[in-house]
């Protein structure tokens, strides 16, 4: 056998092609084509009802286009564990322990018995909540919460990271604490594609941005000449504040 014959082809990249969505009559997303590759991390701005939160439901499988075509370099097989995966900005918590949360999603990923505790504790002390291993998850902060959203994702290593407005209702010491753990998962090897309302947290954590505006991809650039130099009207009134975010 040849060496790396049973290595997995990569789910990235991501490609959409002239995809749109809608409901009734109105047209939320509007003939968006790009790709998501590998590496870089990627925000997505964006005034309010832009259509932000509804491309990243599209490209995670949540919702399905209403036109177009969304396609993997290589389809995740049918009832096989996930190779992506999605954070939002409340995350949903299991009546179960902190490590029983991770172990579900350990378990729910096809990760053998014996391996799961020690699976779960390892990406728990990653987002600095090994002590609260044995606390119920519903009684953490938010903060906390959202840690513990993100050590069930360090569990399984997914090839790429959805993140809706993680931070959006945290103060800035758990806004802080949550920004360091998407740098490490990136540095760990998670593609990141995330979407903020936030221009300080894009300048920290964007290599490039993407701009929406009434459900079309105005724009696309590397992050620091985007937030300096936008090429779109909308994008610079978006800088501006003249559009609502």
């Given at each position: 056998?040849k060496?790396?014959a049973n290595?997995?082809?990569?789910?990235?990249?991501?490609r959409?092609?002239?995809?749109?969505f809608?409901?009734?009559?109105?047209?939320?997303?509007?003939?968006?084509?790009?790709?998501?590759?590998?590496?870089?991390?990627?925000v997505?701005?964006?005034p309010n009802?832009?259509?932000?939160?509804?491309?990243?439901r599209?490209c995670?499988g949540?919702?399905?286009?209403?036109s177009?075509?969304?396609?993997?370099?290589?389809?995740?097989?049918?009832?096989?564990?996930?190779?992506?995966?999605?954070v939002?900005?409340r995350?949903?918590?299991?009546r179960r322990?902190a490590?029983?949360?991770?172990?579900?999603?350990?378990?729910?990923?096809?990760?053998p018995?014996?391996?799961r505790?020690?699976?779960?504790?390892?990406?728990?002390?990653?987002?600095?909540?090994?002590?609260w291993a044995?606390?119920?998850?519903?009684?953490?902060s938010g903060?906390?919460?959202?840690r513990l959203?993100?050590a069930r994702?360090?569990a399984i290593?997914?090839e790429?990271l959805?993140?809706?407005?993680?931070t959006?209702?945290?103060?800035?010491?758990?806004?802080h604490?949550i920004?360091?753990?998407i740098v490490?998962l990136?540095?760990?090897g998670?593609?990141i594609?995330?979407v903020t309302?936030?221009?300080?947290q894009?300048?920290?954590?964007?290599d490039?941005?993407?701009?929406?505006?009434e459900?079309?991809?105005?724009?696309?650039?590397?992050?620091?000449?985007?937030?300096?130099r936008?090429a779109?009207?909308?994008?610079?009134?978006?800088l501006?504040?003249?559009?609502?975010w």
């Amino acid at each position: 056998m040849k060496p790396g014959a049973n290595a997995r082809a990569s789910l990235l990249p991501l490609r959409l092609d002239d995809v749109a969505f809608e409901v009734g009559a109105r047209r939320i997303i509007r003939g968006i084509s790009t790709t998501f590759d590998a590496g870089p991390r990627t925000v997505i701005l964006g005034p309010n009802g832009a259509g932000k939160s509804v491309l990243l439901r599209l490209c995670h499988g949540l919702l399905l286009p209403t036109s177009g075509s969304i396609g993997w370099n290589a389809p995740e097989p049918r009832g096989g564990p996930r190779r992506q995966a999605m954070v939002f900005q409340r995350p949903v918590m299991l009546r179960r322990s902190a490590l029983g949360n991770v172990m579900y999603a350990l378990r729910h990923a096809g990760v053998p018995r014996a391996e799961r505790r020690q699976r779960a504790l390892a990406a728990l002390r990653k987002v600095g909540l090994e002590d609260w291993a044995g606390h119920a998850a519903r009684v953490l902060s938010g903060g906390e919460q959202q840690r513990l959203a993100l050590a069930r994702v360090w569990a399984i290593s997914p090839e790429i990271l959805f993140l809706d407005e993680p931070t959006a209702s945290l103060d800035p010491g758990a806004t802080h604490e949550i920004e360091n753990v998407i740098v490490a998962l990136h540095a760990a090897g998670t593609k990141i594609v995330m979407v903020t309302h936030n221009l300080g947290q894009a300048h920290r954590l964007a290599d490039e941005i993407l701009f929406v505006h009434e459900g079309c991809l105005v724009e696309r650039a590397p992050a620091e000449r985007f937030l300096k130099r936008p090429a779109s009207r909308e994008a610079a009134r978006f800088l501006e504040g003249e559009l609502p975010w």
